[in-house]
Protein backbone atom coordinates (compact mmCIF):
# COMPACT_ATOMS: atom_id res chain seq x y z
CA UNK A 1 0.00 0.00 0.00
CA UNK A 2 1.81 3.30 -1.19
CA UNK A 3 0.02 5.16 1.87
CA UNK A 4 1.63 3.38 4.11
CA UNK A 5 4.88 3.75 2.67
CA UNK A 6 5.08 7.20 2.15
CA UNK A 7 3.51 7.55 6.05
CA UNK A 8 6.73 5.33 7.06
CA UNK A 9 8.88 7.32 4.53
CA UNK A 10 8.06 10.42 6.62
CA UNK A 11 7.83 8.98 9.96
CA UNK A 12 11.43 7.60 9.69
CA UNK A 13 12.35 11.16 8.47
CA UNK A 14 11.17 12.23 11.96
CA UNK A 15 12.97 9.50 13.59
CA UNK A 16 16.33 10.27 12.12
CA UNK A 17 15.70 13.85 12.82
CA UNK A 18 14.93 13.32 16.24
CA UNK A 19 18.30 10.87 16.13
CA UNK A 20 19.83 14.35 14.86
CA UNK A 21 18.86 16.37 17.01
CA UNK A 22 20.03 14.31 20.17
CA UNK A 23 23.27 13.61 18.52
CA UNK A 24 24.00 17.39 17.30
CA UNK A 25 22.51 18.47 20.13
CA UNK A 26 23.09 16.84 23.70
CA UNK A 27 26.31 14.70 22.07
CA UNK A 28 24.54 11.56 22.61
CA UNK A 29 23.51 8.11 20.69
CA UNK A 30 19.66 7.91 20.53
CA UNK A 31 18.75 4.10 21.27
CA UNK A 32 15.91 3.63 23.02
CA UNK A 33 16.90 0.40 24.41
CA UNK A 34 19.98 2.47 26.27
CA UNK A 35 18.61 5.24 27.05
CA UNK A 36 15.60 3.39 28.99
CA UNK A 37 18.22 0.25 30.41
CA UNK A 38 20.44 2.61 31.69
CA UNK A 39 18.00 4.00 34.22
CA UNK A 40 16.58 0.32 35.10
CA UNK A 41 19.82 -1.21 35.92
CA UNK A 42 21.25 2.13 37.46
CA UNK A 43 24.37 2.55 35.31
CA UNK A 44 22.69 5.72 33.93
CA UNK A 45 22.05 7.34 37.07
CA UNK A 46 24.55 10.12 36.44
CA UNK A 47 21.93 11.53 33.51
CA UNK A 48 18.57 10.48 34.53
CA UNK A 49 16.88 13.99 33.70
CA UNK A 50 17.99 13.52 30.31
CA UNK A 51 17.03 10.25 29.94
CA UNK A 52 13.34 10.71 31.80
CA UNK A 53 12.73 13.58 29.52
CA UNK A 54 13.49 11.84 26.70
CA UNK A 55 11.20 9.12 27.60
CA UNK A 56 8.38 11.64 28.52
CA UNK A 57 8.71 12.85 24.71
CA UNK A 58 8.42 9.63 23.25
CA UNK A 59 5.33 8.70 25.41
CA UNK A 60 3.37 11.47 24.91
CA UNK A 61 3.33 12.60 21.35
CA UNK A 62 1.40 9.62 20.29
CA UNK A 63 -1.44 11.12 22.86
CA UNK A 64 -0.78 14.61 22.20
CA UNK A 65 -1.35 13.98 18.36
CA UNK A 66 -4.70 11.73 18.85
CA UNK A 67 -7.18 14.55 17.46
CA UNK A 68 -4.65 14.54 14.21
CA UNK A 69 -4.24 11.24 13.85
CA UNK A 70 -6.28 9.27 15.89
CA UNK A 71 -5.79 7.03 18.17
CA UNK A 72 -3.07 4.13 17.38
CA UNK A 73 -4.05 0.29 17.42
CA UNK A 74 -0.87 -2.08 18.01
CA UNK A 75 -2.78 -5.20 17.42
CA UNK A 76 -0.10 -6.44 19.59
CA UNK A 77 -1.21 -10.40 20.94
CA UNK A 78 -3.20 -11.00 23.92
CA UNK A 79 -1.58 -14.10 24.43
CA UNK A 80 0.24 -13.19 27.91
CA UNK A 81 2.45 -15.89 27.70
CA UNK A 82 3.73 -14.56 24.62
CA UNK A 83 3.71 -10.98 25.61
CA UNK A 84 5.93 -11.89 28.90
CA UNK A 85 8.61 -14.25 26.71
CA UNK A 86 8.92 -11.82 23.91
CA UNK A 87 9.53 -8.58 26.83
CA UNK A 88 11.73 -10.44 28.49
CA UNK A 89 13.92 -11.46 25.12
CA UNK A 90 13.57 -7.78 24.20
CA UNK A 91 14.60 -6.61 27.23
CA UNK A 92 17.76 -9.24 27.73
CA UNK A 93 18.75 -9.26 24.39
CA UNK A 94 18.67 -5.16 23.66
CA UNK A 95 20.70 -4.54 26.50
CA UNK A 96 23.38 -7.40 26.34
CA UNK A 97 23.91 -6.68 22.52
CA UNK A 98 23.91 -2.88 23.92
CA UNK A 99 21.30 -2.05 20.88
CA UNK A 100 18.45 -2.12 19.48
CA UNK A 101 16.73 -0.89 16.21
CA UNK A 102 17.28 2.72 16.50
CA UNK A 103 20.92 2.48 17.78
CA UNK A 104 22.04 -0.09 16.48
CA UNK A 105 19.84 0.09 13.70
CA UNK A 106 19.16 3.87 12.51
CA UNK A 107 22.45 5.75 14.65
CA UNK A 108 24.91 2.54 13.67
CA UNK A 109 24.12 1.79 10.33
CA UNK A 110 24.13 5.98 9.44
CA UNK A 111 27.41 6.07 11.09
CA UNK A 112 28.71 2.83 8.65
CA UNK A 113 29.31 0.93 12.23
CA UNK A 114 30.68 -2.53 11.83
CA UNK A 115 28.67 -3.40 14.62
CA UNK A 116 25.57 -1.82 14.10
CA UNK A 117 25.54 -3.37 10.65
CA UNK A 118 26.43 -7.19 12.27
CA UNK A 119 23.80 -6.42 15.41
CA UNK A 120 21.02 -5.84 12.55
CA UNK A 121 21.64 -8.55 10.07
CA UNK A 122 21.22 -10.80 13.63
CA UNK A 123 18.66 -9.90 15.07
CA UNK A 124 16.38 -9.19 11.46
CA UNK A 125 17.46 -12.98 10.28
CA UNK A 126 16.37 -14.19 14.25
CA UNK A 127 13.35 -12.02 13.97
CA UNK A 128 12.47 -13.66 9.95
CA UNK A 129 13.24 -16.89 11.70
CA UNK A 130 11.00 -16.62 14.62
CA UNK A 131 7.83 -15.50 12.83
CA UNK A 132 8.28 -18.59 10.36
CA UNK A 133 8.70 -20.70 13.14
CA UNK A 134 5.46 -19.43 15.41
CA UNK A 135 3.51 -18.56 12.70
CA UNK A 136 4.02 -20.51 9.61
CA UNK A 137 5.00 -23.84 11.51
CA UNK A 138 3.83 -23.72 15.06
CA UNK A 139 0.52 -21.35 14.30
CA UNK A 140 1.04 -19.66 17.27
CA UNK A 141 1.22 -16.28 16.62
CA UNK B 1 17.78 23.32 30.86
CA UNK B 2 18.75 22.99 27.46
CA UNK B 3 19.52 19.32 27.15
CA UNK B 4 16.52 18.44 29.07
CA UNK B 5 14.60 20.68 26.44
CA UNK B 6 16.75 18.84 23.67
CA UNK B 7 15.92 15.17 24.95
CA UNK B 8 11.87 16.17 25.40
CA UNK B 9 12.11 17.78 21.70
CA UNK B 10 13.91 14.53 20.13
CA UNK B 11 11.67 12.36 22.13
CA UNK B 12 9.00 13.81 20.83
CA UNK B 13 9.97 13.61 17.25
CA UNK B 14 11.02 9.70 17.65
CA UNK B 15 7.80 9.02 19.57
CA UNK B 16 5.43 10.74 16.48
CA UNK B 17 7.33 9.70 13.58
CA UNK B 18 7.03 5.97 15.28
CA UNK B 19 3.36 6.36 15.64
CA UNK B 20 2.86 7.90 12.12
CA UNK B 21 5.43 5.33 10.35
CA UNK B 22 3.11 2.69 11.68
CA UNK B 23 5.51 1.02 13.63
CA UNK B 24 3.52 1.22 17.01
CA UNK B 25 1.47 -1.43 14.64
CA UNK B 26 2.92 -5.07 15.34
CA UNK B 27 1.11 -6.41 12.07
CA UNK B 28 2.81 -3.67 10.35
CA UNK B 29 6.28 -4.88 12.02
CA UNK B 30 5.27 -9.10 11.65
CA UNK B 31 4.46 -8.63 8.03
CA UNK B 32 8.08 -7.41 7.33
CA UNK B 33 9.72 -10.15 9.28
CA UNK B 34 7.30 -12.47 7.47
CA UNK B 35 9.08 -13.19 4.22
CA UNK B 36 7.34 -16.82 3.61
CA UNK B 37 3.73 -14.65 3.94
CA UNK B 38 2.04 -11.20 2.53
CA UNK B 39 5.54 -9.37 3.03
CA UNK B 40 5.17 -5.51 3.96
CA UNK B 41 7.91 -3.64 2.84
CA UNK B 42 7.08 -0.56 4.91
CA UNK B 43 9.96 -1.05 7.81
CA UNK B 44 12.43 -0.46 4.93
CA UNK B 45 10.89 3.33 3.87
CA UNK B 46 11.07 3.96 7.73
CA UNK B 47 14.87 2.73 8.48
CA UNK B 48 15.79 4.09 4.67
CA UNK B 49 13.94 7.44 5.79
CA UNK B 50 15.32 7.79 9.19
CA UNK B 51 19.42 6.96 8.18
CA UNK B 52 19.19 9.98 5.51
CA UNK B 53 18.89 12.54 8.34
CA UNK B 54 21.20 10.46 10.72
CA UNK B 55 24.16 9.88 7.90
CA UNK B 56 24.29 13.82 7.46
CA UNK B 57 24.17 14.34 11.32
CA UNK B 58 27.00 12.27 11.83
CA UNK B 59 29.06 14.08 8.69
CA UNK B 60 28.31 17.11 10.56
CA UNK B 61 29.76 16.28 13.72
CA UNK B 62 33.06 16.08 12.14
CA UNK B 63 35.03 18.98 13.80
CA UNK B 64 32.01 20.32 15.48
CA UNK B 65 31.27 20.08 19.20
CA UNK B 66 27.46 19.40 20.43
CA UNK B 67 25.48 22.33 21.16
CA UNK B 68 25.23 21.80 25.16
CA UNK B 69 28.96 21.26 25.22
CA UNK B 70 31.04 18.23 25.93
CA UNK B 71 32.02 15.59 23.04
CA UNK B 72 30.37 13.52 20.51
CA UNK B 73 30.25 9.89 20.86
CA UNK B 74 33.84 8.09 20.75
CA UNK B 75 34.15 5.91 17.52
CA UNK B 76 32.43 2.48 18.39
CA UNK B 77 34.97 -0.10 19.15
CA UNK B 78 35.08 -2.35 15.81
CA UNK B 79 35.13 -5.88 18.02
CA UNK B 80 32.60 -7.96 17.10
CA UNK B 81 31.88 -9.69 20.80
CA UNK B 82 30.00 -12.89 21.71
CA UNK B 83 26.91 -10.42 23.73
CA UNK B 84 26.67 -8.56 20.67
CA UNK B 85 25.94 -11.53 18.00
CA UNK B 86 23.89 -13.80 21.34
CA UNK B 87 22.13 -10.25 22.57
CA UNK B 88 20.82 -9.78 18.77
CA UNK B 89 19.72 -13.31 18.68
CA UNK B 90 17.78 -13.12 21.72
CA UNK B 91 16.41 -9.41 21.17
CA UNK B 92 14.96 -10.31 17.87
CA UNK B 93 13.55 -13.35 18.36
CA UNK B 94 11.63 -11.23 20.98
CA UNK B 95 10.92 -9.14 18.16
CA UNK B 96 9.46 -11.55 15.65
CA UNK B 97 7.47 -13.17 18.72
CA UNK B 98 5.62 -9.76 19.41
CA UNK B 99 5.93 -6.98 16.87
CA UNK B 100 7.34 -4.58 19.20
CA UNK B 101 11.02 -3.08 19.81
CA UNK B 102 11.74 -1.05 23.08
CA UNK B 103 11.14 2.08 20.94
CA UNK B 104 7.59 1.58 19.61
CA UNK B 105 6.81 -0.23 23.21
CA UNK B 106 7.32 3.02 24.88
CA UNK B 107 5.59 4.46 21.91
CA UNK B 108 2.32 2.89 22.27
CA UNK B 109 2.50 2.27 26.42
CA UNK B 110 -0.35 5.32 26.31
CA UNK B 111 -2.36 3.92 23.58
CA UNK B 112 -1.92 0.20 23.66
CA UNK B 113 -3.88 -1.02 26.81
CA UNK B 114 -2.96 -3.72 28.60
CA UNK B 115 -1.24 -6.02 26.28
CA UNK B 116 1.35 -3.14 26.26
CA UNK B 117 1.59 -2.81 29.45
CA UNK B 118 2.73 -6.52 29.86
CA UNK B 119 5.39 -6.77 27.29
CA UNK B 120 6.65 -3.46 29.02
CA UNK B 121 6.82 -4.98 32.47
CA UNK B 122 8.69 -7.94 31.04
CA UNK B 123 10.75 -6.11 29.15
CA UNK B 124 11.92 -4.27 32.03
CA UNK B 125 12.58 -7.02 34.31
CA UNK B 126 14.32 -8.42 31.14
CA UNK B 127 16.63 -4.98 30.79
CA UNK B 128 16.89 -5.33 34.96
CA UNK B 129 18.62 -8.79 34.50
CA UNK B 130 20.76 -8.53 31.41
CA UNK B 131 24.00 -7.08 32.73
CA UNK B 132 24.38 -10.67 34.56
CA UNK B 133 24.26 -12.18 31.66
CA UNK B 134 26.39 -9.81 29.57
CA UNK B 135 29.04 -10.13 32.31
CA UNK B 136 29.11 -13.88 31.84
CA UNK B 137 29.20 -13.71 28.10
CA UNK B 138 32.59 -11.29 27.98
CA UNK B 139 34.05 -12.59 30.79
CA UNK B 140 33.60 -16.43 28.48
CA UNK B 141 34.54 -14.67 25.28
Redesign the interface.
Known sequence: MPTDWIMGLLGGLMIGLAGAVFLLGNGRVMGASGILGGLVDGSGRGNARERLWFLAGVLVTPLLFIPLIGRGETHASTNVIVLIAAGLLVGIGTRVANGCTSGHGVCGISRLSLRGIVATVFYIGAGGLTVALMRHVLGVI | M???????????????????????????V?GW?????DW????A??????????????R??EGR????G????AP?????GR?????????????????????P?????????W??W??????????????K??DA?DSGA
Open positions: KRSVLALVAGGLFGLGLRISGMTDTTKQLDIFGDPTLFVMGGAIVPMFIAWFTTPLVGDFPPEPKIPLVVGSVLFGMGWGLAGLCPGAIASVGFGGPVVFFAAMLLGMLIAPLRL
